[in-house]
């Protein structure tokens, strides 16, 4: 019986990652140069973000990589960033925090160096129920902060995403924030939703109900000698 839960809970983990929604999705740039979208200084940056479908965010991946510094890190290392929602302000910049959670981020995969030669890294975190609500179609910013007491703040580099287009914004120290636009206008992430607690329990009774059907018929094609 303990078998058959544990393959129960790990399928049902395996059907909430297959079943995610995107929510938001700005992969990153090929290669890119990456320079711009620096920490360096105590810049902080957030990105335009329009969701495409609503829901509360459960999953985050972003791309970066160490500023200058080759490829320091591998798959498996985990560093801790802060990952903020904002609303917009009416000049399109960062107004008051809807969401903020300082979370463990795990570096997942090297997706290849940047223009400078420093490797790009993806980084994914749970929100672990933290996460930002989220409409389609609504105004949002986000942004992520290294804020890792381990590392230096201006060592992580947020790397380029691909479209479309818009703009981000930026500061220094905590001050105002200003735009860019051009090629510092995207970042490289992506939030997705995961199943709600209903259509995980559908999940599960489907499950439940394939195992029973195997089992009833692995039986019923037993004769009665196969059962002494």
Not at 42 to 61: F, H, K, S, W
């Amino acid at each position: 019986m303990i078998v058959r839960t544990s393959i129960v809970a790990v399928s049902l983990a395996i059907c909430a990652v297959a079943h995610s929604q995107v929510l938001y999705s700005q992969l990153p740039v090929p290669v890119g140069e990456g320079g711009p979208f620096s920490e360096s200084d105590g810049q902080q940056l957030a990105d335009t973000m329009v969701p495409i479908a609503n829901g509360v965010a459960e999953l985050a991946r972003f791309w970066g990589s160490a500023i200058s510094m080759g490829d320091p890190y591998n798959v498996g290392n985990q560093f801790q960033f802060t990952l903020t929602t904002w609303d917009r302000d009416g000049s399109g910049n960062p107004n008051n925090i809807l969401n903020q959670a300082t979370l463990i981020a795990t570096i997942t995969a090297e997706t290849g160096p940047n223009g400078i030669g420093d490797m790009v890294y993806q980084y994914d975190t749970a929100y672990g129920g933290l996460g930002p609500a989220l409409t389609s179609g609504g105004q949002y910013m986000y942004s992520v902060w290294e804020s890792d007491p381990n590392t230096p703040v201006n060592q992580w580099r947020w790397h380029n995403g691909i479209g479309p287009g818009d703009y981000a914004s930026h500061r220094f120290g905590g001050g105002g924030w200003a735009q860019e636009t051009g090629d510092r206008g995207d970042l490289g992430f992506e939030l997705r939703a995961v199943p709600e607690p209903a259509s995980l329990l559908a999940l599960s009774t489907g499950f439940v109900v394939i195992l029973k059907r195997r089992r009833r018929k692995a039986w019923t094609g037993k004769s009665p000698a196969s059962l002494l």
